[in-house]
């Protein structure tokens, strides 16, 4: 067991767990951020995706020991403001994206590092961007026109 | 047999024997695994007062005597909170991880959350069975078919619907049936049976076309039409006009003979399961030996379609969910061992994978609602193989169909 | 192992709801280091419901909540089945609550999510049931204003007479209504009279999902909750003979390790009821990771099945399905002569 000082979505948390500990379980069973989902454990999925500092990242796949002083993101944390969603988040609902909607928050969060990256990409690169998440829904076609609406309402 | 089966059978062999063609296809697929994003889990707090569970079950009530009996709780003290899930596909109708998180609580006095991981999911799954299906035609000198044989067995379970189209098209059809058991647990995948039975017979009925030298989607119409004027047989469980309907609105809307890009090549299939009749048409394209489906088309009749949007986006996935599964989907047997484990040797079809445009179209009528969720998933398959032979001139049998054409390749 | 600033993240939580009148809002757990679902039990719903059947309830404050009875995996029956029964309540979609009912198949009629029978099961109950409803609550209008129901439409949750020019809502109406008989008889309207049906509408869960709301079972905590995993045997046609967990037991966070049989012996299996593993070896503890550990250290024997058979109930009939003992390989069943 060890302590840990996290800044997730701006704040300063702590956690005392074994360092080895997934970010991914640390988020969900210690801090009760279950937004990121667990799909594989083997950082083949997507679903567990967050952000580290800014960069999509599968939570699954890095230890709690390794995260340091860097910013984490999770889908709890991305919204404009209390009350108002982040756009790509609202594109999501304009168009109606999801199924099932256990993979979603994995497939929003790898969509805003791409924009934050690359706010205008093009088909291409957000089919390069988005494979590592499976959606076994099969709402892809759904999800590049949600990305591409969010890349439009974002640039205008 | 029955008599009226070996009778049947006599009069099939006399026209095989004396058929001037006889074209004989044998088809098969692989065990699948479900592997709903989510997977499984079951919350159970038991306590003297109440069995209180938090559960992802597609049917809770053919659970009760289940839990009520393996548990030993008396059938009052069940609640159950029926929490959305992380996708079902058949998996979480089986729902002995509900027993096994009582039993664990039982045990610990305690609120549990049983937890599988992928690895166990999908090596202690609940899979779509193997199955195997032999169809034999016989064509006359007039180019006329006159008769089918179909044969469909699997592990444990065949996957043949006996009274489903061609019957009543055909006049000498005789199905038959094997299972042989096996201690690899099956059960209900998306569409289960049809979900193979559509691709074997819509493969070969897309083969006995080119055979009789007709074009592929106007020969089934010509087959239905046969079934409508003249039926054969009874039995038959498919609504002849619902069925032509979807394919005629398909043949309008996908403006059949021209695909949508040039280097695409097209196929067509069409299905008749839970009550609803899908149709589709696949644009392929062969890029670097590796095939693409770019688009489909599809036409559906389920009846009155109650929400438009959510309706467009379930057939959506099922088209994405069938190309998927026809080209990579593959659970292997080792020894009793799965080979595949976890989500990076189990192939699941991804974002670059998936078509560039879904056309859905809907016969509009006022008959009340019927299914959605599994009927367009069937007919996908056989409409990739068809599209997959005109692009590259194989026919393929064996699913998954893209390691049956790397095989063929080498 | 504990998190911190527990009540102070709850006080937090409390703050906002109040501050967004109880309603849906985006990232709550994330003010939070508490646990979703107490969080959940904390927005505890003190509205005053009047039930008026089995899929609908109405607060006298106008807010109407429609049951959804089929347990959700994506085809968005929390959307279109609702929907059928506000077709004939005639709320306002806009504003109607949906919520997943728990299980209670005798009220819900029907509880199926499978063989694509939503639709069709729930066509005719659940439009009755908004009928009725809707009935109930122009017949408590009716009542009120000493006019004949026949003289009265609705629109959007209120109930109107033309003549007097009076109007109520649904939730000024429910009440009333609810004391009322239930209609025995109702006139369903046909596809032609549809508003409401027949055109595209978005998901009702929408928002929780893309905010990553606490909505499935893995999401599930409460206080005290262990987490448990399950191993079972290496191969199909393989059993449990023996285990030592005295490594895994001293492994941290874990709470205990034992064997359990699923099912009876001799238990008749349904149709649903499929679980070829019977004896398997559970694995307790405090968190995921540590059970995903320490499940690594339980050192267990396996044995070959022989051949069994299994009372099972299905297709009408008690029957023995048969177990091979053996290891299967793809290759010998297609190798398999029909």
């Not at chain 2, 194989?394 to 998954?400: A, E, F, G, N």
């Not at chain 3, 000493?146 to 109406?173: D, F, I, Q, R």
């Amino acid at each position: 067991m060890a302590k840990f000082q996290l800044k997730i979505n701006g704040k300063q948390l702590s956690v005392d767990v074994d360092p080895s500990t997934p970010l991914l379980w640390v988020l969900r069973d210690h801090l009760h951020l279950v937004g990121t989902k667990y799909g594989c454990g083997a950082g083949a999925c997507g679903a567990c995706t967050v952000h580290l500092n800014g960069n999509a990242l599968r939570s699954c796949q890095l230890p709690v020991s390794a995260v340091g002083t860097q910013a984490i993101t999770t889908i709890e944390g991305i919204a404009t403001s209390e009350t108002e969603m982040h756009p790509v988040q609202k594109a999501w609902l304009e168009l109606d994206v999801a199924q099932c909607g256990y993979c979603q928050t994995g497939q929003i969060m790898s969509a805003v590092a791409l924009l934050k990256r690359n706010p205008n990409p093009t088909e291409a690169e957000i089919e390069a961007a988005m494979t590592g998440n499976i959606c076994r829904c099969g709402t892809y076609i759904r999800i590049k026109a949600a990305i591409q609406k969010a890349a439009k309402s974002t640039t205008k | 047999m029955t008599l009226l089966r070996r009778t049947k059978m006599e009069i099939l062999k006399l026209h095989l024997k004396n058929a001037k063609r006889v074209i004989e296809r044998t088809y098969t697929a692989p065990f699948l695994a479900h592997n709903p994003m989510e997977p499984i889990s079951c919350f159970a707090h038991i306590t003297d007062e109440k069995a209180f569970f938090v559960a992802p079950i597609q049917i809770p009530e053919m659970m009760k005597q289940n839990i009520v009996a393996n548990l030993d709780i008396k059938p009052e003290q069940l609640e159950m909170k029926l929490a959305r899930m992380g996708g079902g596909f058949g998996r979480r109708a089986y729902g002995h991880y509900i027993v096994e998180a009582g039993h664990i609580s039982k045990k610990m006095k305690a609120p549990v959350k049983l937890i599988y991981t992928r690895e166990d999911d999908m090596t202690n799954g609940i899979y779509r069975p193997t199955y195997i299906m032999t169809y034999k035609a016989a064509i006359d000198e007039n180019n006329n078919v006159t008769a089918l044989h179909v044969i469909g067995g699997g592990f444990p379970e065949s996957p043949l619907h006996e009274n489903r189209f061609p019957a009543g098209a055909i006049d000498n059809y005789l199905a038959e049936s094997w299972e042989l058991p096996t201690n690899i647990t099956i059960g209900a995948y998306r569409a289960p049976r049809s979900n193979f039975n559509a691709s074997a017979e819509q493969s070969f009925l897309d083969e006995l076309a080119e055979a009789v030298g007709k074009d592929p989607l106007d020969f089934r119409i010509e087959l239905l039409k046969k079934a409508k004027a003249n039926p054969v047989g009874k039995n038959n469980d498919y609504d002849v006009s619902r069925y032509m309907g979807v394919l005629q609105l398909l043949k309008e809307k996908s403006n059949w003979g021209s695909p949508a890009t040039k280097n695409a090549k097209r196929g067509v299939s069409a299905y008749f399961c839970h009550a609803s009749y899908a149709a589709h048409v696949v644009d392929v394209t062969m890029k670097n030996g590796q095939p693409y489906v770019e688009k489909v088309v599809t036409a559906m009749d389920c009846g009155f379609v109650v929400n438009p949007e959510g309706a467009k986006n379930m057939v959506e996935g099922a088209v994405i969910d069938g190309i998927g599964n026809a080209l990579y989907g593959e659970l292997l047997i080792d020894k009793g061992d799965t080979a595949q484990k976890n989500l990076n040797n189990y192939r699941i079809i991804r974002h670059r994978e998936a078509p560039k445009k879904i056309e859905v179209h809907f016969v509009q009528n006022n008959i009340d609602p019927t299914g959605l969720g599994e009927p367009p998933f069937p007919p996908v398959f056989a409409a990739v193989a068809n599209a997959l032979y005109k692009a590259t001139g194989k026919r393929l049998y064996h699913q998954p169909y893209l390691k049956e054409l790397n095989k063929q390749k080498a | 192992m504990k998190s911190e600033n527990k009540n102070q993240s709850r006080r937090s939580f409390l703050k906002v709801t109040s501050l967004t009148g109880g309603g849906m809002m985006i990232g709550i757990s994330w003010f939070a280091n508490l646990i979703p679902n107490e969080a959940m039990a904390h927005v505890a719903d003190n509205n005053n419901w009047v039930q008026l059947n089995g899929f609908i309830k109405i607060t006298p404050d106008n807010q109407v909540k429609i049951f959804n009875p089929n347990p959700e995996f994506g085809t968005n029956v929390m959307t279109s089945l609702p929907m059928m029964v506000n077709e004939e309540l005639e709320a306002d979609w806009s504003k109607v609550k949906v919520e997943m009912g728990d299980y209670d198949t005798p009220r819900f009629k029907s509880q199926f999510t499978g063989g694509s029978r939503a639709m069709a099961m729930a066509w005719m109950p659940l439009r009755t049931a908004g009928a009725t409803a809707r009935l109930m609550l122009m017949q408590a209008a009716a009542n009120e204003w000493g006019v004949p129901v026949n003289e009265l439409s609705v629109s959007k949750g209120t109930v109107m007479h033309k003549g007097s020019g009076k109007a109520a809502t649904y939730g000024e109406l429910a009440t009333a209504a609810a004391k009322l008989p239930k209609p025995e008889k109702v006139a369903l309207k046909k596809p032609g009279e549809f508003t409401l049906l027949g055109t595209p509408q978005k998901n009702k869960v929408g928002k929780e999902i893309v905010s990553g709301q606490s909505l499935f079972t893995m999401d599930y905590q409460v206080e005290g909750m262990l987490i448990a995993m399950v191993i079972h045997p290496p191969a199909f046609g393989m059993q449990l003979k023996s285990f030592d967990a005295s490594e895994a037991l001293k492994m941290p966070g874990i709470k205990d390790v034992f064997e359990f049989q699923v099912y009876k012996d001799g238990y008749v299996k349904a149709g649903f009821d499929t679980r070829t593993f019977n004896r398997l070896i559970a694995v307790v503890g405090n968190s995921t990771w540590e059970v995903i550990n320490a499940r690594k250290k339980v050192v267990a024997e396996w044995e070959p099945i022989q051949t069994t058979k299994e009372p099972v109930m299905a297709r009408g009939g008690r029957r023995d399905e048969v177990i091979p003992a053996g290891l299967e390989s793809t290759d010998e069943h297609f190798a398999a002569d029909a």
